[in-house]
Each structure stands twice: as C-alpha cells, then as structure tokens.
C-alpha cells in the first residue's frame, strides 16, 4: 500500500536554530501534500497545504515565514520551522492524497516530534 | 464550513465489553467519513470509511461505524474491546464537493481498555 514517511522522526534543537522535516510518498506521486501540528491531547491542525510547483497555502493564523514549506518534487515536501522557541515543540505530522483514490483519502506519515529546548 | 464534534474526551470500558465512540459532523452537502487510530508517538493509521453505499461499514480490527444521515452521525463500534484497542480515535470528514481539501478533524477521543 501506499506509504508516507517524515525524516527525521524526533528533533531536538536549541531556540533560535532551524530545523528541516522532510515528508516522502514513497511509492506514488503527490501534487498536494497536507502539514499538520498536534499539540498534546489535542486535535490534528491543518498548518498548511504544499503544492509541487507553486507556493503553499497556509491556514489563517499559520505564519508562513516561520513555516516554510517546499515542494521540490512530486515526492518530497519539507517543512523548515525557522528560529525555532520552545513554544514550537509539537509533533508535525504530514499526508498525502494518493492519485485516482476516494476523495479525501489521505495517508499519513508517522510524524515527527519536535522539542525546542 | 465542515466541521466534527467528538463529544468524549475518554471512553473507558472493560476488556470484552462492546465499545462505541461518538462522530457527529457538520457538512453543506454530501460527507464523506472517516476514522483513523494513533498510537503514542505514531501518526495516523486509517481505520475505515464511509463514501456511498451501505451504511454499515466494516474496517480495519474488527471495528464497524454506522453512517446516519438523519442524526448526522458516525459512531465507531466494535463487538467486543480489547487491551490493544487502547489508543486515540479521530474521526474525520470532507464535503464531497470540496475539491483536493484536506480532511477536518475532531478532537480526537481517548479510549482505555481495561483487562
């Protein structure tokens, strides 16, 4: 089946330092690929929407300059959280919509735990 | 605007003992309707999904989830729980007009199975 996965899966990095996330379909192409935040007991939060070839969308309140995100291929996505602070620390997750399935259909990468010392 | 409500945080029941955890959703048009499992540290693993059809829709582990347009609702089952179905349920929905849009989530609601 069609897999996703985030490199690397736990960070920890001092404030003021930038870290990269990396999301890979492995055995199909993805277009969109979906970046969420999940703070702890809480909810998936939809950061932002990455498009190969063009800009990201972020969701309201969602700072984009902070969150960068980059579709450099049909495979990859990354999500650079720059100038990182301790609030940051949360476990980003990402998905993707595999071509010709049900809409809505996402699969989900196993996440990354980010921890801003 | 879509949206889903989780209304328990937790839901505990005992080893054995049928478990239900309740989705209510909000669409403007037609839904489609997932739910999805994570384990501590894990991200999402897909459980089942309604998208036409019967109602009644049987997933992954043994769960089952009933689809009722009435009530707008999308209650997870399962006959009897067990210790490793011990995890955090979300369930999730898209308008099926909306395009490439991603899904919306509930809050998620934390099941304890206890031997």
């Known amino acids: 089946g069609a897999v996703v996965s985030q490199h690397p899966s736990r960070v920890i990095c001092k404030s003021g330092t930038s870290v990269k996330i990396e999301c890979r379909s492995l055995?199909?192409?993805?277009?969109?690929m979906f970046w969420y935040r999940q703070f702890p007991k809480q909810s998936l939060m939809l950061m932002a929407t990455?498009?190969?070839?063009?800009?990201?969308?972020?969701e309201q309140g969602v700072e984009k300059d902070k969150f960068l995100i980059n579709h450099a291929s049909l495979t990859l996505s990354t999500l650079t959280v720059t100038s990182a602070h301790p609030e940051d620390s949360s476990f980003y997750i990402c998905?993707?919509?595999?071509?010709?399935?049900?809409?809505?259909?996402?699969?989900f990468g196993p996440g990354t735990r980010l921890l801003v010392l | 605007a879509q949206s889903v409500a989780q209304p328990e945080d937790q839901v505990n029941v005992a080893e054995g003992n049928p478990l239900t955890v309740k989705c209510t959703y909000s669409?403007?048009?037609?839904?489609?309707l997932f739910w999805y499992v994570q384990y501590p540290n894990r991200g999402l693993q897909f459980l089942l999904k309604?998208?036409?059809?019967?109602?009644l829709v049987k997933g992954s582990y043994g769960f089952e989830a009933e689809f009722n347009k009435s009530q707008t609702s999308f209650h997870l089952k399962k006959p009897s729980a067990l210790v490793s179905d011990s995890a955090l349920y979300f369930c999730?929905?898209?308008?099926?007009?909306?395009?490439?849009?991603?899904?919306?989530f509930g809050k998620g609601t934390r099941l304890s199975v206890i031997a």
């Open positions: 998905s993707a919509p595999p071509p010709l399935a049900v809409p809505g259909t996402q699969y």
């Open positions: 055995d199909f192409q993805a277009t969109t």
């Open positions: 990455s498009n190969e070839g063009s800009k990201a969308t972020y």
């Open positions: 669409v403007s048009g037609n839904p489609y």
């Open positions: 309604y998208i036409t059809g019967d109602n």
């Open positions: 999730a929905v898209r308008d099926r007009n909306s395009g490439n849009t991603p899904l919306v």
